[in-house]
T-cell receptor
Framework: EDQVTQSPEALRLQEGESSSLNCSYT??????LFWYRQDPGKGPEFLFT???AGEEKEKERLKATLTKKESFLHITAPKPEDSATYLC????????????FGSGTRLSIRP | EAQVTQNPRYLITVTGKKLTVTCSQN?????MSWYRQDPGLGLRQIYY???????DKGDVPEGYKVSRKEKRNFPLILESPSPNQTSLYFC???????????????FGPGTRLTVL
């Protein structure tokens, strides 16, 4: 069964303290892995798509990486405005439309 | 401004009273989808539509209906709501069907539904 597991559930960091969020996945052939950011009371906002192991994408203080079993979202020198829930999702090659989401990591950055 | 809109944003109703949550996008996207979000379960897909008059079930379609008569609109219908449908609902759209290129889905602001 296709599955996405994110860890940790919650993470509290000091401003400037770099860390990583993990997304482990089990899927029968990966078509794509996606990262979204969700602020309280809002819909998810797209960040990255990764397609194959070894691929990396960057946006400001965020960098997403992909291996055959997991993805990491690295946050470098975070600021309070990076506080949000970060969602990971995967799409299997066998499905043209089904996207499976993890339950997210709630990130808090203290000033 | 390119956006996905949902109405209402908040709704409290009673068991068995039919309701419709509207979703509209102004980006001429072919693909639209409905999700529900529950604590600890993440986003789960209810229904999706690849284009006008083309809809299909997601992971949790029981108790829901959808229609796609126009490209921009994709309403979610609960014929007889029950308390287990209390949840946060999101509509999303994207310019090309999943499986082709980026999966940049655009999400609406959400509808918080409570069924008593």
């Amino acid at each position: 069964e296709d599955q996405v597991t994110q860890s940790p559930e919650a993470l509290r960091l000091q401003e400037g303290e770099s860390s990583s969020l993990n997304c482990s996945y089990t899927v029968s052939g990966l078509r794509g892995l996606f990262w979204y950011r969700q602020d309280p009371g809002k819909g998810p906002e797209f960040l990255f798509t990764l397609y194959s192991a070894g691929e990396e994408k960057e946006k400001e203080r965020l960098k997403a990486t992909l291996t055959k079993k997991e993805s990491f979202l690295h946050i470098t020198a975070p600021k309070p405005e990076d506080s949000a829930t970060y969602l990971c999702a995967v799409q299997a090659r066998s499905s043209a439309s089904k996207i499976i989401f993890g339950s997210g990591t709630r990130l808090s950055i203290r000033p | 401004e390119a956006q996905v809109t949902q109405n209402p944003r908040y709704l409290i109703t009673v068991t068995g009273k039919k309701l419709t949550v509207t979703c509209s996008q102004n980006m001429n996207h072919e693909y639209m989808s409905w999700y529900r979000q529950d604590p600890g379960l993440g986003l789960r897909q209810i229904y999706y539509s690849m284009n006008v008059e083309v809809t299909d079930k997601g992971d949790v379609p029981e108790g829901y209906k959808v229609s796609r008569k126009e490209k921009r609109n994709f309403p979610l219908i609960l014929e007889s709501p029950s308390p287990n449908q209390t949840s946060l609902y999101f509509c999303a759209s994207r310019p090309i069907p999943p499986g082709q290129g980026s999966n940049e889905q655009f999400f609406g602001p959400g509808t918080r539904l409570t069924v008593l």
